[in-house]
């Protein structure tokens, strides 16, 4: 699927493709690999080596072309693995800008929705790859900070059990009189006693 995005206080959407525009494709399809290579002539190495979930961030350039790779989060559906990172290429000529992400993210619609909230105007193509890779560090942040509540979610629960199991252990020996309460201070801690009592 592709978008055609001009840049006029905030990215609008066009029905058709004119020069400097912005073209946005996710999950490309046959016909815009059609578009992009026949009519847009952008090199088909470039458009596979953003199809390599492996690649990394980089930039190479191919007669008057540059391609710039970066590695963008999203939310992952595997279980245990709440996120990934995904490439995303950045492909520009002198009249031409093309970005190519073979997944759906939350990234580009938002960074749409931001420029025209905030009315920006990106003027050149080093203004959008800068502007792409600032929200990129925005939604990484983002991400981050939902682990680390999941962190300290799991941290609660996990004191939690423990301060269970240590209440049960103790109960249980004091009613099955493993250890007499005569000799409990013999072989405990005064402080782990209290430590105990305190649970």
Not at 108 to 113: A, H, V
Request: glycine letters at 2%; charged letters at 25%.
């Amino acid at each position: 699927m592709r978008k055609y995005l001009y840049s006029e206080n905030g990215f609008t959407e066009k029905a058709e493709w004119q020069p400097n525009c912005w073209v946005n494709v996710e999950c490309p399809d046959n016909d815009d690999f059609k578009f992009l290579t026949e009519e847009l002539k952008v090199p088909e190495s470039f458009l596979e080596d953003i199809a390599d979930v492996d690649e990394r961030p980089r930039t190479e350039t191919e007669d008057n072309w540059l391609l710039t790779i970066l590695r963008i989060p999203m939310q992952s559906n595997q279980r245990g693995v709440p996120f990934i990172t995904v490439p995303i290429g950045i492909i520009t000529n002198d009249g031409i800008i093309v970005s190519v992400c073979y997944h759906h993210t939350e990234l580009i619609p938002d960074f749409i929705q931001h420029t025209r909230r905030k009315n920006i105007v990106v003027n050149n193509k080093l203004d959008l790859i800068l502007r792409i890779i600032y929200s990129s560090a925005v939604w990484f942040l983002k991400y981050l900070k939902q682990i680390n509540n999941d962190v300290a979610t799991a941290e609660k629960e996990l004191e939690k059990s423990i301060r269970k199991v240590v209440r049960e252990e103790l109960q249980v020996v004091t009613l099955t009189g493993a250890i007499p309460r005569t000799r409990a201070t013999d072989i405990i801690p005064p402080s782990a006693i209290n430590f105990l009592a305190s649970l």
